[in-house]
């Protein structure tokens, strides 16, 4: 599966959505949208979050599902919210 | 992730996987093995980085040692998170992977097992006090690669103590380092501080025969007079003091001492003077009988001791504790009893 780029290969500046394209009719929506904050995390962390919120915010589940410890599981979300809380900041930056 | 990288994760982090109840079920465990291994081979964990080989002591005390550096450092370690973690972090993940962090002292005491660990040190030390350096080359080798082999073991347990504190309060870098290794030194001092309170209660009172034979010890004693048990157990407990320095057992032997002998008298003083009795009398044979004063409330008892060239008395001055107040080693004045 491709990884879907955030950042600009050229200036390391946010990519941005140019164009979307309808999957069933092939309509073409030109336009200039923000990638959702999530879109910023690697495929594990997205993959982490989704369970994360399917075994609804239980830390003590999401460790017995990936069969490591509680603080483990925690600190990684601990990981999460700190790279979230750094992309809140930096567009608050750029204004 | 490979078996390579899980060998080294549960070898090195083994929090990644276990914390909480779980690990605080296995490190007592772990504390309560290496006790029971450590009271075999009188290795005694007697701050949270200290290990030491020395006296015997009831089996509980060397579990209380290991549980006393568990909680100091636990606890210091709590404080150094709640000051400088930013996560809301569980008391029961710190507390338990603290424990199961000691477990390589397992393995430390597993290696102070041979006897060669116990007995060169006590050597070593008297020998030097008489200047007379006779040492066994193979004891110093033995007891040197034994102690080698006990640093990376240590530094093991280090490396787990700081990981736990790492993970159970989410801290990484410089400042968690700087602060483990401040909480360590607190914890240590703090755990030596404990053991002084601790090694009174772990001393056992050398236990006084209740009836010894009076005829065993060659008291004379007067029919119908109600201070002769006291007497038989007083020269019983002075009999039982010379066993114990025949058996070089100087800690249990200064267990019976009054506070006064204990500062003016310490284990290596005691040794050095039984050492000394031997050298000039030549080795300890048997014990001849005993003779029982009383002056001024004290009860004395001169045990008549048979050494290689000569015999002498060991006096032994109770008070009214019957704790040893005084010890000498005198001339045999009267005739041994029978």
Request: charged fraction near 20%; proline fraction near 6%.
């Amino acid at each position: 599966m491709k990884r879907l780029p955030v950042s600009c290969p050229s200036c390391g500046g946010d990519l941005a959505v140019r164009r979307l394209c309808c999957a069933k009719c092939q309509t073409e929506i030109e336009g200039l949208y923000p990638l959702p904050p999530l879109a910023g995390f690697s495929p594990d962390d997205q993959e982490f979050i989704l369970e994360f919120i399917k075994a609804s915010g239980s830390l003590k589940d999401m460790a017995s599902l990936l069969r490591v410890s509680y603080p483990t599981v925690r600190n990684r979300l601990d990981d999460i919210i700190r790279k979230l809380r750094q992309n809140e900041v930096k567009p608050k930056e750029k204004k | 992730m490979n078996p390579q990288n899980k060998t080294r994760i549960l070898l090195f982090n083994p929090f990644f996987y276990i914390a909480g109840g779980q690990a605080l079920g296995l490190g007592l465990a772990a504390i309560l093995l290496t006790g029971l291994v450590g009271s075999f081979g009188h290795t005694h964990f007697d701050g949270v980085l200290d290990t030491h080989v020395g006296a015997s002591a009831p089996l509980w005390f060397f579990v209380a040692e290991g549980i006393i550096d568990w909680l100091c450092l636990s606890v210091v370690l709590w404080i150094c998170g709640k000051i400088i973690s930013q996560t809301a972090f569980r008391t029961v993940d710190l507390f338990g992977t603290q424990a199961l962090a000691r477990w390589p002292a397992f393995f430390i005491c597993l290696i102070a097992l041979p006897k060669v660990f116990r007995r060169f040190p006590l050597e070593a030390v008297a020998q030097l006090k008489q200047g007379n350096f006779q040492f066994n080359t193979l004891d110093v080798i033995l007891f040197l690669a034994l102690a080698i082999a006990m640093l990376p073991f240590l530094c093991w347990m280090v490396a787990l103590m700081y990981k736990s504190f790492s993970v159970s309060c989410n801290v990484k870098g410089g400042k968690a380092i700087g602060t483990f290794i401040a909480g360590l030194l607190i914890a240590e001092i703090l755990s030596k501080l404990a053991m002084v309170l601790l090694i009174p209660l772990a001393i056992p009172q050398a236990p006084i025969p209740a009836k010894p034979a009076a005829s065993a010890t060659g008291i004379q004693s007067v029919p119908g007079d109600s201070s002769t048990n006291t007497d038989s157990d007083i020269a019983g407990a002075a009999t039982h003091f010379v066993d114990l320095l025949v058996k070089d057992d100087f800690a249990a032997a200064i267990a019976q001492f009054d506070a006064t002998m204990k500062t003016a008298l310490p284990e290596p003083k005691l040794r050095e003077a039984w050492q000394s009795v031997q050298k000039q009398f030549g080795p300890f044979q048997k014990q001849l009988g005993t003779r029982l004063q009383e002056v001024e409330g004290y009860k004395i008892v001169f045990v008549t001791c048979q050494f290689e060239k000569s015999s002498l008395d060991t006096k032994v001055v109770f008070d009214s504790n019957h704790q040893v107040a005084g010890l000498f080693f005198v001339p045999t004045t009267t005739p041994s009893p029978k």
